[in-house]
């Protein structure tokens, strides 16, 4: 079956440096990617979105690109700050299923001052 | 415009005991779903709403679980009777549509079952 697979965490980074958050997937067909982010004490929100191969999602300074070859979304920032900290999460889902979206189990990451 | 609205937002409660969720989804939002989020995992679907009718509830423990959602609008999700394994955070989610249109999700209810 589908299925999403990530970094597990938590990741703890400085602020000002590099963010990369592996995620790779298993899905027939070609589904859409996303990274959902998950604040401290609110809801899951959608970051950022790419429809089919060598899309690149942006938000927010976040990047990822849509690689059908290597089945990967890896998610991207190249200086984080203190306020991404949260909890992220790679997710997927096919045309053919309707709404049902696949998710990771998340990445908890950490950004210290 | 108000986001998803859930409450209560933690709720402790004995096994045995039942217990019930509440989600007003975005106003004008057809679609609805309720999602169990384990610690330390990703969201999976209980059960998806169409306006008030429940077109997959599959993943839905049938046994202890039920869900409503009345005029279409805002629902009610309830275990009866709750057991130790249902501690979790339980969210709701609506979009206006299928496929493509972007599901926006609540603060969720996280569930102690003591």
């Known amino acids: 079956g589908d299925s999403v697979t990530q970094m597990e965490g938590p990741v703890t980074l400085s602020e000002e440096a590099f963010l990369t958050i592996n995620c790779t997937y298993t899905?027939?067909?070609?589904?859409?990617l996303f990274w959902y982010v998950q604040y401290p004490g609110e809801g899951l929100q959608l970051l950022l979105k790419?429809?089919?191969?060598?899309d690149k999602g942006s938000n927010k300074g976040f990047e990822a690109t849509y690689r059908k070859e290597t089945t990967s979304f890896h998610l991207e920032k190249g200086s984080v700050q203190v306020s991404d900290s949260a909890v992220y999460f790679c997710?997927?889902?096919?045309?053919?299923?309707?709404?049902?979206?696949?998710f990771g189990s998340g990445t908890r990451l950490s950004i210290r001052p | 415009e108000a986001g998803v609205v859930q409450s209560p937002r933690y709720k402790i409660i004995e096994k045995k005991q039942p217990v019930a969720f509440w989600c007003n989804p975005i106003?004008?939002?057809?679609?609805l779903y309720w999602y169990l989020q384990n610690l330390g995992q990703g969201p999976e679907l209980l059960i998806r709403?169409?306006?008030?009718?429940?077109?997959?509830d599959s993943q839905l423990p049938k046994d202890r679980f039920s869900a409503e959602r009345l005029k279409g609008v805002d629902s009610t999700l309830k275990i009866q009777p709750a057991e130790l394994g249902d501690s979790a955070v339980y969210l709701c989610?609506?979009?206006?549509?299928?496929?493509?249109?972007?599901?926006?999700f609540g603060p969720g209810t996280r569930l102690t079952v003591l």
């Open positions: 989610a609506s979009s206006s549509g299928q496929d493509y249109n972007e599901q926006f």
């Open positions: 899905a027939t067909g070609y589904p859409s």
């Open positions: 790419a429809t089919k191969a060598d």
């Open positions: 997710a997927l889902k096919r045309y053919s299923s309707a709404s049902k979206i696949i």
């Open positions: 106003s004008g939002h057809n679609t």
């Open positions: 709403y169409e306006n008030e009718e429940a077109v997959d």
